[in-house]
């Protein structure tokens, strides 16, 4: 196959898979993503996942890393990179009242891009999740009057298409900056349903679109300690984002329920309105990392700080006041990497074996129910969770013969628990199966033979 072949051929896929990714629902279902803008995606590419989430202190030339916008530089002028990753899910959800439940779902992680444009510097695009809201329950209400059953639903969330590039103006120190898109659709509801059989269903809804421009700041730099072995240090900083979006509350009777039967109109409309330009924020990001690596060895430890705290948000849309609402969250990543040998004739030595730890806090508060007081519906406080994760992984090499270029199937095994700090709340544990691949191609040299 010829270079423009290629080009064209990858180019499509590209397309091909964005758009499958736009089409898809949110593969998520949680009750903790009904509040703020859902649970935070934290994307990172799947073999950085299996080595517990590290990405500013990586550099390598054969693997994306958006993390890090300055790790772009470290592509050489002939690779171009494409990477993709799905991922299966088993949630479990336990409160210590009620029987446990589990849900299974899918999503279409990521697609990105790498590429040289220069000597010393590179470019990336690509298409990665910010956050997911998914959630379906509910439970019974009473008042002196009537007994009825209240239903909570919401669906969203955000993406966000970014393009970076990066330069090496000095020898080992590259900086970086990607410029992403941000863009997505959220919808939020209660549903009212009567015991009395003749009786109205009431919705109330609250839908919005989410649009705006978000900017990451990169450095790296890369003291080598001899040959093959070498120390990495990175550093990114990410602004506060102000946007505003139009919050569209509607109030409807039905007579059939509108989710189960989506086509059906209102019996009744009680309420329309809007919100104009209602003030979102998001927060200042600051993260740092550090890598040492060899031949065979590679150990990284990443730590980021959120200032969520304070920044505005619709009080329609929780009913959390502003001090409340949000936590400042500091996140920890740390991973390793083994490879017996990366350039042997042996499948198996070429092998890459990956484990990782994390944790971090939530940046929301949820209001909580004492089961006691179901009936009531009464809030007792607010309460948060810490969550704790371990992932390991392997990276399986495929080789162009041809070319001397090493791809790459990543599978990762991950295990979380969402761990609340308060009475009365869910506890979540997360089973995580990713599948990616990591394709590095002779970009722009033309070969002589077939």
Do not use: C
Not at 288 to 304: C, E, M, P, R, W
Not at 358 to 366: E, V
């Amino acid at each position: 196959m010829n270079i423009r072949k290629k080009r064209f051929s990858l180019l499509i896929a590209f397309l091909t898979i964005t758009t499958v990714i736009l089409a898809q629902q949110v593969g998520l279902n949680s009750p903790y993503s009904r509040y703020g803008y859902g649970l935070l995606s934290n994307p990172t590419p799947s073999g950085s996942e299996a080595m517990g989430g590290i990405g500013y202190g990586l550099r390598r030339s054969q693997q994306v890393n958006w993390i890090n916008p300055a790790s772009y530089s470290r592509i050489d002028t002939l690779t171009f990179i494409f990477d993709m990753g799905v991922s299966g899910h088993l949630a479990r959800m336990n409160d210590d009242v009620n029987e446990a439940r589990d849900y299974y779902n899918g999503n279409f992680d990521y697609v990105a891009m790498q590429f040289p444009l220069f000597r010393n510097v590179g470019a990336s695009i690509g298409l990665l999740p910010y956050s997911k809201m998914g959630y379906n329950f509910g439970g019974p209400r009473s008042t002196s009057s009537t007994q009825y059953y209240e239903t909570y639903r919401g669906s969203g969330g955000l993406s966000q298409v970014y393009a970076g590039i990066a330069w090496e103006f000095m020898k080992n120190i590259s900086i970086g900056v990607n410029i992403s898109y941000l863009f997505g659709d959220y919808s939020r509801s209660s549903l009212v349903t009567p015991n009395h059989a003749s009786a109205l269903l009431e919705e109330s809804k609250y839908s919005y679109s989410f649009k705006e421009l978000k900017y990451d700041i990169g450095v790296q730099y890369t003291y080598p300690l001899s040959r093959g072995r070498s120390v990495t240090v990175g550093a990114v900083y990410s602004p506060k984002l102000n946007a505003g979006a139009d919050v569209n509350p509607t109030e409807m009777l039905y007579v059939n329920d509108p989710y189960e039967n989506p086509w059906t109109l209102p019996a009744q409309v009680l309420k329309t309105d809007t919100l104009k330009n209602a003030s979102f924020q998001l927060p200042h990001t600051f993260g740092a990392g550090i890598s040492y690596s060899t031949k065979n060895f590679l150990v990284g430890l990443d730590g980021t700080y959120q200032i969520w705290k304070n920044l505005a948000y619709p009080d329609v849309l929780d009913n959390l006041s502003k001090s409340d609402r949000f936590n400042n969250t500091f996140r920890v990543n740390a991973g390793v990497e083994y490879v017996s040998d990366p350039f042997s004739q042996n499948f198996f030595r070429r092998v890459r074996l990956r484990g990782g730890l994390s944790y971090s806090n939530s940046y929301n508060n949820f209001n909580v129910n004492d089961p006691n007081n179901l009936q009531s519906g009464t809030v007792s406080k607010l309460g948060s969770y810490n969550e704790y994760g371990i992932n390991v992984g392997l990276g399986l090499p495929f080789r162009d013969y041809m070319s001397g270029y090493t791809s790459m199937i990543n599978i990762g095994f991950g295990y979380s628990r969402q761990q609340p700090d308060t009475d009365y709340m869910i506890r979540q544990d997360m089973f995580k199966i990713t599948v990616s691949m990591n394709i590095n191609e002779l970009w722009f040299l033309k070969r002589q033979f077939n």
